[in-house]
C-alpha cells in the first residue's frame, strides 16, 4: 500500500518504507533527514503534501522501546505507551492499520527475516514448528491464572517473543483507540487487499489506447483496480488522508506495481517459496490466537477480525 501511496504526486516519499524510528533508538535529525527531498516541496505548498512512513512495529511498540529501550534504568516498563507520545508530538497524525491473520502472519515473518534461522532448527516449515512451540512455552510465563495475558509483563519481556506477541492485536489496539478519535484511524484486513490485488492485476494486462486514458470509464476502471481495494475503497483511502482523487496517470502506476515482500524460504535466496505451514502449526497457532482475536473483533466490532474465512 505504501508504495502505491507514494505514486500520489501530493505524497512525499521517506528514504526508508519502516525506519523503525519510534521503536529503536534514532537522533531525530536522522529521522527527519529521511523525508529531506519532499520536505523542500512541503514549503512551497505546506497544505496539499503528506509524509509518513510504514514501520509494521509501531502499532505493537510497548512502552517507548521495544528494540531500543523496553525499561527504565530499574528495569520496569515504561508508565508511557507510544501512541501517547504521537499524539503530543502530531496530533493530526492520521494511521491506517492494515491487520493480517496473526497465524499468516507469523510464518511470513519467519520466513521473511532471515535472522529467526537457527542452526539446531530444521530448514522450512518443520523449522517454523518446533520455533512456534518454543514461542508459546516462553509466553507461558506472562499468562495469568485467569487465562488472560498479562500486559507489563509482554512489555517487558517482549524481545524474547516479539513475533508471537505482535499478532496479539487486542492487547495493543486500545492505547491506541482511546487515544486517536475514530477519524484518525482507518483498519483494513491484509487478506481482503492481497485479494484484490491479483485481480486488479489480470484486469491490468489490457492497457487502453493512449487517447482513452483520461476518459471517465478508463478512470473509473483504474479506480477500481488501484491499491488492490476497489474504487469505494479507492476514493476511501484518498478521503481519509485528505487527497485529491489520483490522476489517471497515478492511477496506472499504481495498477501496474508489483507485489513486494512475497514469502520466502527461511535463509534461502529471496524468491524462492517456504512452502505451506504444517496443519498441526497452524491449529496449534490459532488455538492461542482465537481469543485474542474475538476481543479484536468485539472492539472493531467486525467478525470479519476473527478470521474464521
Not at 107 to 119: D, I, L
Not at 171 to 177: G, N, Q, R, T, V
Not at 249 to 265: F, H, I, P, T, Y
Amino acid at each position: 500500500l505504501y508504495k502505491r501511496l507514494i505514486l500520489h504526486k501530493d505524497v512525499g516519499a521517506s528514504k526508508n518504507k519502516g525506519p523503525h524510528f519510534w521503536d529503536e533508538v534514532h537522533s531525530l535529525q536522522w529521522y527527519t533527514d529521511l523525508y529531506e527531498e519532499p520536505v523542500l516541496d512541503i514549503m512551497d505548498r505546506p497544505k496539499e503534501l503528506i509524509i509518513g512512513d510504514a514501520t509494521g512495529s509501531t502499532m505493537s511498540y510497548a512502552g517507548v522501546g521495544i528494540l531500543g529501550r523496553p525499561t527504565d534504568e530499574s528495569g520496569h516498563p515504561w508508565n508511557i505507551l507510544l501512541p501517547e507520545v504521537m499524539h503530543e508530538l502530531q496530533p493530526e497524525l492520521k494511521l491506517i492499520v492494515i491487520l493480517r491473520n496473526p497465524v499468516d502472519r507469523m510464518y511470513s515473518a519467519y520466513n521473511y527475516h532471515s535472522h529467526f534461522k537457527r542452526a539446531d532448527l530444521p530448514v522450512g516449515a518443520e523449522g517454523f514448528h518446533e520455533y512456534v512451540k518454543r514461542q508459546l512455552d516462553v509466553m507461558k510465563g506472562c499468562v495469568g491464572e485467569d487465562g488472560e495475558i498479562i500486559s507489563p509483563c509482554v512489555q517487558k519481556n517482549m524481545g524474547m517473543f516479539e513475533q508471537l506477541a505482535k499478532g496479539i492485536y487486542s492487547m495493543f489496539l486500545p492505547s491506541w483507540i482511546n487515544t486517536f478519535t475514530q477519524d484518525k484511524m482507518h483498519f483494513m484486513r491484509m487478506e481482503d487487499y492481497a485479494k484484490n490485488i491479483a485481480t486488479h492485476m489480470e484486469q491490468g494486462a489490457v492497457r487502453p489506447e493512449p487517447d482513452t486514458r483520461n476518459t471517465a470509464a478508463h478512470i473509473e476502471r483504474v479506480q477500481g483496480a488501484v491499491y488492490g481495494l476497489g474504487t469505494q475503497h479507492t476514493e476511501a483511502v484518498c478521503k481519509y488522508l485528505e487527497l485529491r482523487p489520483p490522476l489517471a496517470d497515478e492511477m496506472d502506476e499504481m495498477a501496474s506495481l508489483a507485489v513486494w515482500n512475497k514469502r520466502q524460504g527461511n535463509g534461502a535466496e529471496r524468491g524462492s517459496t517456504a512452502g505451506e505451514m504444517m496443519a498441526e502449526t497452524r491449529k496449534m497457532l490459532g488455538e492461542f490466537y482465537a481469543p485474542f482475536n474475538k476481543k479484536l473483533a468485539d472492539i472493531l466490532e467486525d467478525d470479519r477480525y476473527l478470521w474464521l474465512d
